[in-house]
């Protein structure tokens, strides 16, 4: 699910359409596999000798619940905050966190479920992991890999349908401007109910580039056995770092049907998006949107679309062999993720464990741990998933210090789902007598409840930096 780099004024088709064109023309070779009971769950596999699990999830929940938090967040509306919109890709569905389009099924699997209102609009969901550190370990191997029956629709009644299961570099979260060059895995995609899989590697630059976007470097072929749309199938994506020049490779079932290698994709891009700390996986089924109407010739989602047949996921899980070191919890150095997924409003947040930022540094702090530091106008860090609970708050607290020149003064504020939205409470802050002389500055908040992006934002009259914050905290 490629995101486009700027939002034009028409969306632009980011997907493969040169392989749409193709698609007419294409000779797929077929390999025969057994066909795979529609309704089998099977229990994340037990890695072969020299491979070893890194992370996993077999949504084994209860019937009608929403994935766990402490694995994935829930990607809500029609774009990220300050992202393109229609997530980029001209898709016209609303996500939500409702369990109506995502829940587990009671029977061992994720349900992903496109629905359309009476008014015509359509809702579906996309969730993504909260681990974001998952890359190759030096001179070994990651493979990620899921179990997935695509959306059982196939013909007129599938048209928009886009189903995907895939890989963004983490660098995309809260800048959502620089791909492709942070790279991006598609290691299953499908469109408008045709029996073929589709593997995807987006680097680079767009348009053009080593991965010739918006299309990218990739292939297709049909499910082995069985149509992807009647069974579940085995998807699977290798990053071989063991070999020289590296490869990456998709696989269905065990069968190899698409190889890129380093040299293809060359330098810069090529430690453009392996240098950094990693992926972060993602689950979605779209509806519409620019591969689905480039294959099709036509606009789609049509009223001759059914709604509300699912994405069925069994697993997902994220394997290592050999090589380095690689993490098998979440980083503690900063940007972190609590644990559970879940920041408590009313709890310390520390600064530094932030989602994303702009233009901030860390540094040691005084008091212990880490503080934020180097922090002047326009710069930002963002906070995911802080619950307020069903009553709001009365005020906040930050823990701050300056050492700004005379006349060097500005505002700490909080501000609700973008970084560009009204504040709902702000302080000022000047000098406290040096950049690690600490002190608690309250300020006010309008009203707040339920889980919420939160994001504090610094803004001066003046370019230099004002403000350092080691945390801060919602009070009742």
């Given at each position: 699910m490629t995101p486009a780099p700027a939002a034009p004024a028409a969306p632009a088709p980011r997907r493969r359409l040169r392989l749409a064109v193709a698609l007419s023309a294409a000779v797929t070779t077929v390999l025969a596999g057994a066909a795979v009971s529609v309704n089998a769950n099977a229990a994340v596999p037990t890695?072969?000798?020299?491979?070893?699990?890194?992370?996993?999830?077999?949504?084994?929940?209860?019937?009608?619940?929403l994935p766990s938090s402490a694995n994935w967040i829930i990607d809500t509306g029609t774009s990220y905050p300050g992202g393109p919109p229609n997530w980029g890709?001209?898709?016209?569905?609303t996500y939500t966190n409702s369990t109506s389009n995502l829940s587990h099924d009671g029977a061992g699997n994720l349900r992903i479920t496109p629905l359309r209102a009476s008014n015509g609009t359509w809702t579906s969901a996309r969730i993504e992991s909260v681990r974001s550190d998952f890359k190759a370990p030096a001179g070994g191997i990651m493979a990620i890999e899921g179990r997935i029956q695509?959306?059982?629709v196939t013909g007129d009644a599938a048209l928009g349908y886009w189903p995907a299961f895939w890989a963004l570099g983490s660098p995309y979260r809260g800048n959502y401007q620089n791909w492709p060059g942070i790279g991006e895995f598609d290691v299953m995609e499908n469109v408008n109910g045709i029996n073929r899989v589709w593997g995807v590697l987006h680097c680079g630059v767009a348009p053009g580039g080593p991965c010739d976007e918006n299309n990218g470097l990739g292939n297709f072929r049909t499910c082995p056995g069985s149509s992807c749309q009647s069974a579940f199938h085995t998807y699977r994506f290798e990053w071989d770092a063991s070999t020289s020049p590296q490869q990456l490779r998709w696989y269905v079932d065990g069968q190899l049907y698409h190889t890129v290698t380093q040299s293809q994709v060359g330098e810069p891009y090529w430690t453009q998006m392996t240098s950094h700390a990693g992926y972060f996986l993602l689950l979605n089924v779209a509806m519409g949107g620019g591969f689905p109407n480039g294959v099709a010739g036509f606009g789609t989602p049509t009223a001759a679309t059914v709604p509300g047949r699912p994405m069925l996921v069994?697993?997902?899980a994220v394997y290592r062999r050999g090589g380095g070191t690689t993490p098998t919890t979440p980083p503690t150095t900063p940007p972190t993720t609590p644990p559970s997924g879940v920041r408590d409003a009313y709890s310390t947040i520390q600064a530094e464990s932030y989602n994303a930022q702009s233009g901030v540094l860390v540094e040691a702090c005084s008091e212990g741990g880490q503080n934020i530091a180097a922090v002047g106008n326009g710069n930002w860090v963002r906070f995911d998933n802080v619950d307020f609970g069903s009553t709001p708050p009365t005020d906040f607290v930050a823990r701050v210090a300056s050492g700004a020149a005379a006349g060097v003064s500005g505002l700490v504020e909080v501000r609700v789902g973008s970084p560009t939205s009204t504040p709902i409470g702000s302080f000022s802050v000047a000098n406290t007598g040096g950049w690690q002389s600490w002190r608690s500055v309250p300020g006010n908040v309008s009203r707040v409840t339920g889980r919420q992006t939160v994001y504090l934002t610094f803004t001066s009259g003046q370019p230099a930096d004002f403000v350092n914050v080691n945390w801060f905290s919602f009070r009742r």
């Open positions: 890695p072969p000798a020299g491979w070893s699990l890194v992370w996993s999830d077999d949504f084994t929940g209860a019937s009608g619940t890709t001209g898709e016209i569905q695509m959306p059982n069994d697993y997902v």
